[in-house]
């Protein structure tokens, strides 16, 4: 795929690891192109105007008249243009950043894509406006008519929350009683209706729940996060280009958190399909297993196992240290899930077959050099 509107060309970073590092970022124009495309029909305005025959007075009084509101309204779209129509419009485009001091005896480069930085600080944003999306043009929901129903014990909560009150959507969260105070502040904030169940149940009480709203109240919907095609649609159509364009292509290794598997899916679906030689590395909690392990548990229908190159676990002692490790020394504020990633992601740059290796970016349109760059990409959650 073309890249179009980047310089081609590289420098250098210092490391400790790899001496070379892309460091390119496309031009981004944000909410729908706008800027641009109204520069350029302002332009064009600008210059017929000045094509103009001036052989009357009246003519060339009509002329500046319109290259004064054409410069007008230059000036006027330059100040204006990259306001977002709402908040969903921030959505993605989120910035990638090398990993420089938790990579102590790491042979890669590692770069995290700061998901954190979503408007409800979570990759679960993204997934959120593309199941309410993807239900609105379906014709199942309807801003004032339905009401939205929806089991979460996580960020995905949060997720449909903000994007249901900017829509202007009534959202009903059931979620076990064990869950945090804070989320349940954070989801009602939203407006939110939260029902709790009971803690011994776990997920499964929330979910039973969720379906016994769905069925007691008319235009109730339940999006179904594990099961539904738009979780992984939305990381296919955003998350995964904006790895391939940020990096130019160079990506080689993509490590992202199972979970429900539409980041990792979709995300590794889209590089695989650029770059088939790209790995996927799935990570999971070592205390529970997803897919590995000697008794697998639940699988989402969602998850495609055949994409993952290698599962990795990681205990809940690497997460919450790697987390730390990330605010301490590199100034990332991150959950979790983040640190799970990212100690994920050391492990494998610090593994010995990688040691001097420098894999070939596959970006058809640009070569870096004759030398090749070992790049292992985390996704942070």
Known sequence: MAVSGLLHH????????????PAIRPPKFPFNGGFPARLAANAEAKAKAKAKPKAKAKAKAKTKTAITATATSVFEDTHTVNIAEDVTQLIGRT???????????????????????????????????????????????????????EPTSGNTGLGIAFVAAAKGYKLIATMPASMDIERRILLRAFGAEIVL???MKGMKGAVDKAEEIVQSKPNAYMFQQFDNIANTKIHFDTTGPEIWED????????????????TVTGTGRYLK???????????????????????????????????LDEVLKITNDEAVEMARKLALDEGLLVGISSGAAAAAAVSIAKRPEN???????KEKSHSLNKKRIHEAYTIVI
């Open 95 to 149: 910035p990638m950043i090398y990993l420089n001091k938790v990579t102590q005896g790491c042979v890669a480069n590692i770069a995290a894509k700061l998901e954190s930085m979503e408007p409800c600080r979570s990759v679960k944003d993204r997934i959120g406006y593309s199941m309410i999306s993807d239900a609105e043009e379906r014709g199942a929901i309807s801003p004032g008519r339905s009401i939205l129903v």
């Open 197 to 199: 169940t009971d803690p």
């Open 247 to 262: 990096t130019v292509g160079s990506v080689d290794i993509l490590v992202a958190g199972i979970g429900t598997g539409g």
């Open 273 to 307: 399909m650029m770059d088939r030689d790209i790995k996927v590395v799935g990570v999971e909690p070592a205390d529970r297993s997803v897919i590995s392990g000697d008794n697998p548990g639940y699988v989402p229908s969602i998850l495609d196992v055949k994409l």
């Open 10 to 21: 590289f420098h250098s970073f210092p490391s400790t690891h790899h001496h070379l590092r």
């Open 355 to 361: 040691a001097g290796k420098l894999i070939a970016a």
